[in-house]
């Protein structure tokens, strides 16, 4: 019965389900199509830009561009780059990754007004081709501190040595300037694109990346020891940006944004520890505090900046419970303000928190903290206003004799009292203390009841 049914059912119903099946599988067929990426008809080139300092987000994003470039058989990468300087350890991982490329690599310094300075000689120096817009300058690639000043001693004759070493060998690498690519370390030589393009510093002066691919058509490269010729006729170019999380890394290896995240923090923790209860200062001070770690994981700090700055808070905190007639305060807000300074003061790069930043950092904290602390103070030493310790000093009425317990009338409510002796009902009594829930009174002198 159950077979001539299935037999009977698949008769009638085979064309159809054909059909439907049919449809389904056509259907099916035009989404993965239609989820398929979108390919371009003919050749192409990979663009980026780099505008800001360099750290180990850029790093990440430059290696990141090389690779998709080579898989996506893309004809070349271009970097515009717009750079005041950065990480030394990151420069070195960047030229490292430009001079092992297995597609040509073209830095051009870009648009007007930018400029190529400390880290980008290097990077640009390092390019296969180098180029770069109007108006735009390369140089002064001499190492200093965080703060801006000079390495001095043992020290800084090592880090300028081996720096001046390390131009000089890409530009060899590249067949570039040498004695340029020294002088630019040692002296910190700047000059401009029309200077740079004289002294062989770099190949291009592009007004735009259509002038940049149009000159760099058909141009020799050296691809891991052979001649290439590229060839970038007609070329579309293909916009390329930091992914979600490279955004993140390159905005917390921001001093500027690593300081002011650290004084957050410690506000919105102090503020939390002053008023118990109040959750969003401590709350928003936490996750301050911990992307300040998370910053200063990415760049290279100097530990005595940060106890100094340790050393300020806490000076600023003791001024607001210690008589110290302003001394802990002056000091603390001194040994922050050296500290913050500090901070980024170290030999592998040339970063440092802006100095407007840090002074207006620096009088916003400590007045804040100033301010919360004496309000602190003052209220702990405030008349209390409510419970036992509030009826201290009252003035009440006795309703019930004392002799000496009895009855009073205070802050309109009726207490039991005791008072010093025998008080008539109606006398005018003050309060002077309690014992558990029994008021302490006294008989008010001749002089208090007048007032």
Same mark, same amino acid.
């Given at each position: 019965?159950?077979?001539?049914?299935?037999?009977?059912?698949?008769r009638?119903?085979?064309?159809?389900?054909?059909r439907?099946?049919l449809?389904l599988?056509l259907?099916?067929?035009?989404f993965?199509l239609l989820?398929?990426?979108?390919?371009?008809?003919?050749p192409?080139?990979?663009l980026?830009?780099?505008?800001?300092?360099i750290n180990?987000?850029?790093?990440?994003?430059?290696?990141?561009s090389?690779?998709?470039?080579?898989?996506?058989g893309?004809?070349?990468?271009?970097?515009?780059?717009?750079?005041?300087?950065?990480?030394?350890?990151?420069?070195?991982?960047?030229?490292?990754?430009?001079?092992?490329?297995?597609?040509?690599?073209?830095v051009?310094?870009?648009p007007?007004?930018?400029?190529?300075g400390?880290?980008?000689?290097?990077i640009?120096?390092?390019?296969h081709?180098?180029a770069?817009?109007?108006?735009?300058?390369i140089?002064?690639?001499?190492?200093v501190?965080?703060?801006g000043?000079e390495?001095k001693?043992?020290?800084?004759?090592?880090?300028?040595?081996f720096?001046?070493?390390?131009s000089?060998?890409?530009?060899?690498k590249?067949?570039?300037?040498?004695?340029w690519?020294?002088?630019?370390v040692r002296?910190?030589?700047?000059i401009?694109?029309k200077?740079a393009?004289k002294?062989?510093?770099?190949?291009?002066?592009?007004?735009?990346?259509?002038?940049?691919l149009k000159?760099?058509?058909?141009?020799?490269?050296?691809l891991?020891?052979?001649?290439?010729?590229? @060839?970038l006729?007609?070329v579309?170019?293909?916009?390329?940006e930091?992914?979600?999380?490279q955004k993140i890394?390159?905005?917390l290896?921001?001093?500027?944004i690593?300081?002011?995240l650290?004084m957050?923090?410690?506000?919105?923790?102090?503020?939390?520890f002053?008023h118990?209860?109040v959750?969003?200062?401590?709350?928003?001070?936490?996750i301050?505090?911990?992307?300040?770690?998370t910053?200063?994981?990415?760049l290279?700090?100097?530990?005595?900046?940060l106890?100094?700055?340790?050393?300020?808070?806490?000076?600023?905190?003791?001024?607001?419970?210690?008589?110290?007639f302003?001394?802990?305060g002056i000091g603390?807000?001194?040994?922050?303000?050296?500290?913050s300074?500090l901070?980024f003061?170290?030999q @592998?790069?040339?970063?440092?928190?802006?100095?407007?930043?840090?002074?207006t950092?620096v009088?916003?904290?400590?007045a804040?903290?100033?301010l919360?602390?004496?309000l602190?103070?003052?209220s702990?030493?405030?008349?209390?206003?409510?419970?036992?310790?509030?009826l201290?000093?009252?003035?009440?009425?006795?309703?019930a004799?004392l002799?000496?317990?009895g009855?009073?009338?205070v802050?309109?409510?009726?207490?039991?009292?005791?008072?010093e002796?025998e008080v008539e009902v109606?006398e005018k009594?003050?309060v002077?203390?309690f014992?558990?829930?029994?008021l302490k009174?006294?008989r008010?002198?001749?002089?208090?009841s007048?007032?």
């Amino acid at each position: 019965m159950f077979g001539k049914t299935s037999r009977k059912f698949l008769r009638n119903s085979g064309p159809r389900l054909f059909r439907g099946g049919l449809f389904l599988a056509l259907a099916l067929g035009g989404f993965s199509l239609l989820a398929q990426p979108k390919s371009s008809s003919g050749p192409h080139v990979d663009l980026i830009v780099v505008d800001g300092g360099i750290n180990p987000a850029v790093d990440d994003f430059i290696r990141e561009s090389i690779a998709r470039a080579r898989g996506g058989g893309a004809k070349a990468l271009i970097i515009q780059l717009d750079t005041p300087g950065g990480l030394l350890s990151s420069t070195r991982s960047i030229v490292k990754e430009i001079l092992g490329a297995p597609i040509p690599v073209l830095v051009y310094v870009a648009p007007s007004g930018a400029g190529a300075g400390s880290a980008g000689v290097f990077i640009t120096m390092a390019a296969h081709i180098a180029a770069m817009a109007p108006g735009t300058n390369i140089g002064a690639a001499h190492p200093v501190a965080g703060s801006g000043q000079e390495v001095k001693g043992v020290m800084g004759e090592k880090i300028e040595n081996f720096t001046a070493s390390f131009s000089e060998a890409i530009a060899q690498k590249r067949g570039r300037n040498t004695e340029w690519a020294i002088q630019a370390v040692r002296r910190s030589v700047s000059i401009t694109e029309k200077e740079a393009l004289k002294k062989n510093v770099i190949d291009i002066v592009a007004k735009d990346i259509d002038d940049l691919l149009k000159q760099a058509d058909g141009k020799k490269v050296d691809l891991d020891g052979r001649e290439q010729i590229i @060839s970038l006729k007609d070329v579309r170019v293909e916009r390329f940006e930091m992914g979600l999380k490279q955004k993140i890394i390159n905005i917390l290896s921001d001093p500027n944004i690593a300081y002011l995240l650290l004084m957050a923090g410690i506000l919105g923790i102090y503020m939390e520890f002053s008023h118990p209860g109040v959750i969003f200062p401590g709350v928003a001070g936490g996750i301050c505090l911990l992307l300040a770690l998370t910053s200063f994981q990415l760049l290279p700090i100097n530990y005595a900046g940060l106890l100094l700055i340790l050393l300020g808070i806490a000076l600023l905190v003791g001024e607001a419970f210690l008589p110290s007639f302003g001394v802990l305060g002056i000091g603390g807000a001194i040994s922050l303000a050296l500290g913050s300074l500090l901070l980024f003061d170290t030999q @592998s790069s040339d970063l440092a928190v802006d100095r407007s930043i840090v002074f207006t950092a620096v009088g916003t904290l400590s007045a804040f903290m100033l301010l919360i602390g004496y309000l602190v103070f003052k209220s702990q030493k405030r008349k209390p206003t409510l419970g036992l310790e509030g009826l201290i000093g009252e003035i009440g009425e006795v309703r019930a004799k004392l002799s000496p317990a009895g009855k009073v009338f205070v802050h309109g409510e009726y207490w039991n009292a005791e008072g010093e002796g025998e008080v008539e009902v109606g006398e005018k009594v003050k309060v002077v203390g309690f014992d558990g829930m029994r008021l302490k009174v006294t008989r008010l002198s001749e002089s208090e009841s007048r007032s």
